[in-house]
């Protein structure tokens, strides 16, 4: 253990004794399992080490862990079968931003309106919390706890930050080189991506500030109403402590942060991969170095309801490869299933792709898959399906890991010599080792980061001392347009006076000469 290490790992048994255990209010109310997966095991850190967390989520404990309480919001799964459901339907860019601030809104409401949250949160003097934490995933109304029990308020990404996250602490995303999440666009863009961009993200904004924050502030008034006039919303809006970033300069695009914003990308990845389940290893063993592919879509798409059409063309081109392939599958059944294919609902995803012989994920490239393929050194064939999905398996084509296909057009033949291509050229899977040696070397694990910069919040009082200036400005003061129109106004009267000024000394000359031609 090298000695940075070590010290560390002293620091941290020594930490606890000199901070109390603290009472924290976690909101991650979104149905999507990833989501929570990427979260829960820093919340549970922070529960071994003596905090009392509460944790508003749809995915409860199955076994009670100590010092974590579950406040369940199931009603959530009711929105996300309706957007999930209507996920391919086409829309234009403004449909689109309405059609995901829609659910977050009804997210949201849903979590007010649970009769749990109402028991034991929103009743006043029920309950006090020294630190709220919540996903900053435009759910502003929920951003009044921390008003209502006058706490710090921590927010995290689990898919790094956007124009909205970074007005959480006032960060600079220059939209030249920072491209919006969902254009599938990379850092370096050219003049038409650039323009892209540009309107894209002003599309979005725009929807949200004139369309959903009066709708958040609505919610915020009628919930949180003994706070709602003393505390506005758009201030707790632009109070964040801290915001936590599930992304990283070696995953992604190396770019700039505020002090309070913090990487902490691969906050779910456990240190050691556990030991396979006896079936699982054995096929896998059986490959030998032919090696085994890992096929997933991940927990939002499932491959049983993919069209019957592609589902055959799948099998067919999976059935002439060499290696053995693993395929998330969540059907018990699978007609004309080859014998080289092995079919589960689950599988234990980081310790599969540990495994040595495992040669290529295929994966629908969701940021947690993504993360995990380049912490165990994998290439990936990405097959996008929705969100940031196409800009992570961009990023993977950039970086020289990956390759992408486009799930509804391609063929079997093509399939099949793309993934012949990952496995057989080397410098695919040579990247992909590359950027795993880069992506480990930091010096604190992503989750010990997160801890230790939560308990720093705590440790001094919501740490107003990293909130940077902008965040007290108007857009006007921000951008400085205030200054740019005096000096415009300055230029402009200066011009307008000179115009002036020679125009009388012509009309004068001129004036002078019919004097002088009078006079002949
Ligand atoms: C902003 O947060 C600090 C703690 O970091 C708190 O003392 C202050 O009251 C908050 N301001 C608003 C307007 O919520």
Same mark, same amino acid.
């Given at each position: 253990m090298p000695i940075s290490r070590l010290f560390i790992s002293l620091l941290f048994c020594v930490l606890p004794q000199l901070l109390e255990g603290a009472r924290i209010l976690a909101?991650? #109310?979104? #149905? !999507?399992?990833?989501?929570?997966?990427?979260?829960?095991? %820093?919340? /549970?850190?922070?529960? @071994?080490? !003596?905090?009392?967390?509460?944790?508003?989520?749809?995915?409860?404990?199955?076994?009670?862990?100590? &010092?974590?309480?579950?406040?369940?919001? #199931?009603?959530?799964?009711?929105?996300?079968?309706?957007?999930?459901?209507?996920?391919?339907?086409?829309?234009?860019?403004?449909?689109? &931003?309405?059609?995901? &601030?829609?659910?977050?809104?009804?997210?949201?409401?849903?979590? =007010?309106?649970?009769?749990?949250?109402?028991?034991?949160?929103?009743?006043? *003097?029920?309950?006090?919390?020294?630190?709220?934490?919540?996903? @900053?995933?435009?759910?502003?109304?929920?951003?009044?706890?921390?008003?209502?029990?006058?706490?710090?308020?921590?927010?995290?990404?689990?898919? *790094?930050?956007?124009?909205?996250?970074?007005?959480?602490?006032?960060?600079?995303?220059?939209?030249?080189?920072?491209? =919006? +999440?969902? *254009?599938?666009?990379?850092?370096?863009?050219?003049?038409?991506?650039?323009? $892209?961009?540009?309107?894209?993200?002003?599309?979005?904004?725009?929807?949200?500030?004139?369309?959903?924050?009066? =709708?958040?502030?609505?919610? %915020?008034?009628?919930?949180?109403?003994?706070?709602?006039?003393?505390?506005?919303?758009?201030?707790?809006?632009?109070?964040?402590? =801290?915001?936590?970033?599930?992304?990283?300069?070696?995953?992604?695009?190396?770019?700039?942060?505020?002090?309070?914003?913090?990487?902490?990308?691969?906050? $779910? +990845?456990?240190? /050691?991969?556990?030991?396979?389940? /006896?079936?699982?290893?054995?096929f896998i063993q059986g490959a030998g170095s032919t090696g085994v592919i890992y096929f997933s879509l991940g927990s939002n798409i499932k491959s049983k309801d993919l069209p019957e059409e592609r589902k055959q063309m799948l099998l067919q081109a999976l059935a002439s490869l060499p290696q053995r392939v693993l395929w998330k599958f969540e059907d018990?059944?699978?007609? &004309?299933? #080859?014998?080289?294919?092995?079919?589960?609902?689950?599988?234990?995803?980081?310790?599969?792709?540990?495994?040595?012989?495992?040669?290529?994920?295929?994966?629908? !490239?969701?940021?947690?898959?993504?993360?995990?393929?380049?912490?165990?050194?994998k290439p990936v064939l990405g097959l996008p399906f929705f969100y940031d999905q196409f800009l992570n398996v961009e990023r993977a084509k950039q970086a020289g890991f990956g390759l992408a296909l486009d799930h509804k057009q391609m063929t079997g033949a093509e399939f099949v010599q793309t993934i012949k291509r990952l496995i057989n050229e080397p410098k695919f899977s040579e990247t992909a080792k590359l950027m795993s040696a880069r992506y480990r070397d930091q010096p604190m694990s992503p989750q010990e980061t997160a801890i230790w910069w939560t308990e720093y919040v705590l440790r001094h009082k919501g740490a107003p001392h990293m909130r940077i200036a902008a965040q007290d400005l108007s857009f006007v003061a921000y951008h400085s347009l205030d200054v740019v129109g005096l000096l415009l106004g300055v230029a402009v009267l200066m011009l307008v006076i000179i115009f002036y000024l020679l125009q009388r000394l012509l009309c004068s000359r001129g004036g002078a000469g019919k004097q002088k031609l009078k006079n002949q």
């Open positions: 909101i991650f #109310p979104f #149905p !999507g399992p990833s989501q929570y997966i990427n979260v829960v095991p %820093y919340l /549970k850190g922070l529960a @071994a080490r !003596g905090h009392q967390v509460t944790s508003v989520n749809a995915f409860p404990q199955k076994k009670p862990v100590e &010092n974590f309480h579950d406040i369940v919001v #199931p009603e959530v799964f009711q929105s996300y079968e309706e957007i999930i459901a209507d996920l391919e339907i086409s829309r234009n860019s403004w449909e689109e &931003n309405s059609f995901v &601030n829609d659910f977050f809104l009804s997210v949201t409401k849903t979590v =007010l309106q649970n009769a749990k949250v109402q028991q034991e949160l929103l009743q006043p *003097g029920k309950a006090q919390f020294d630190l709220i934490i919540v996903e @900053a995933l435009r759910t502003d109304a929920l951003y009044g706890f921390a008003a209502h029990f006058n706490a710090p308020i921590i927010g995290i990404s689990t898919f *790094g930050t956007d124009w909205n996250i970074d007005e959480l602490v006032g960060n600079t995303s220059p939209i030249s080189y920072i491209p =919006l +999440i969902t *254009g599938g666009l990379t850092d370096h863009m050219t003049y038409w991506e650039r323009v $892209h961009n540009f309107v894209e993200t002003a599309i979005a904004w725009l929807n949200w500030k004139l369309v959903y924050v009066p =709708l958040h502030v609505k919610l %915020y008034e009628q919930y949180f109403p003994h706070i709602a006039h003393k505390k506005p919303l758009v201030e707790l809006s632009k109070n964040f402590s =801290l915001v936590l970033l599930n992304q990283h300069f070696s995953l992604s695009f190396p770019r700039p942060y505020v002090p309070n914003m913090i990487e902490v990308g691969g906050l $779910h +990845i456990a240190h /050691k991969p556990a030991p396979l389940p /006896k079936e699982m290893e054995e018990e059944q699978l007609p &004309n299933k #080859p014998p080289n294919v092995f079919i589960s609902k689950w599988f234990p995803q980081p310790d599969i792709l540990a495994h040595p012989n495992v040669k290529l994920f295929i994966t629908h !490239g969701g940021l947690l898959s993504t993360i995990e393929s380049i912490h165990h050194g």
